[in-house]
């Protein structure tokens, strides 16, 4: 579309140069060429006005179909919240308001790479149905990693930060991961009529997550990762983690069974000792 509205605005420009050469001949040969000197003149004012709204529509057009937003994913479940983010970013760019490209990156903090991959390596709620085109993944070049491959969209919950409407699955775990993500997808309502239109939240407050894999920059296989986890870009993570006092309580708990079971032994060997 973009190629096209350029291509009219430079056909638009040629018109208008070949007016304005003809237009330096003497106003009875313009009278001859144009067969009103009146219309010659109103060409020759208003080219320039053509000339500049194609051009600008040219442009408007180009910079609306390439806009982008980034949403960055900061916000860890328990199983990274010790490792300082942000973990990644995804770009969303609207085509048009039936198409949309999507990138996730992952991202390094303070010596940290947070790869992506296996169940939930990538996930969005997309605003409205949806299909999904090819799927793209890249891995790190060096490292001793294979390179990562797709297998299948599972849309459901993603650890704590609830349902996601897509939800991509890579082959394997971390000797598989990925830097970037990319893909297509497309609707057939119109609902994306800009690139903040594409997504829409969970019930958590969440559009975007990742399932990463934190590893020391330059990461290895052969060194393997310090952790995994999943990261969204906000949102409420409903992941339970025991508090202190429900660890302590479990413990008495469990202690206190054992002596039970130690005590009822004693009873019964003392029974068999008395007859």
Known sequence: ?????????????????ELFEQLTYSPVENDRLFGDLELATMLKTKCPSVLGGAAFGALAFAATAHATIVET????????????????????????????????TSLTANGVTFLMGDGGTADLNVNGFYTLGTVTET???????????????????????????????????YHDAANFVSFEITNTTGLWTSDAAVLTDNANGANAAVHAFACTAPCTVAEGPITTGF??????NNTEVPEPTTLALLGMALAGTGLVRRRGRTVQACQSAWG
Request: charged share 5%; proline share 7%; glycine share 14%.
């Open 1 to 17: 579309m973009v190629t096209l509205v350029t291509t009219i605005a430079a056909y638009l420009t040629t018109i208008c140069l």
């Open 73 to 104: 994913i900061n916000t860890p479940n328990p199983g990274i919240s010790g490792l300082t983010g942000p973990y990644a970013t995804v770009s969303i760019t609207a085509v048009n308001a039936n198409t949309a490209d999507i990138v996730f």
């Open 139 to 173: 891995g790190p070049a060096t490292g001793g990693f294979t390179a990562p491959t797709y297998i299948g969209n599972t849309p459901g919950q993603v650890d704590g930060f609830g349902k996601f409407s897509l939800s991509l699955n890579s082959f394997d775990g």
């Open 231 to 236: 990261a969204a870009n906000g949102g409420t």
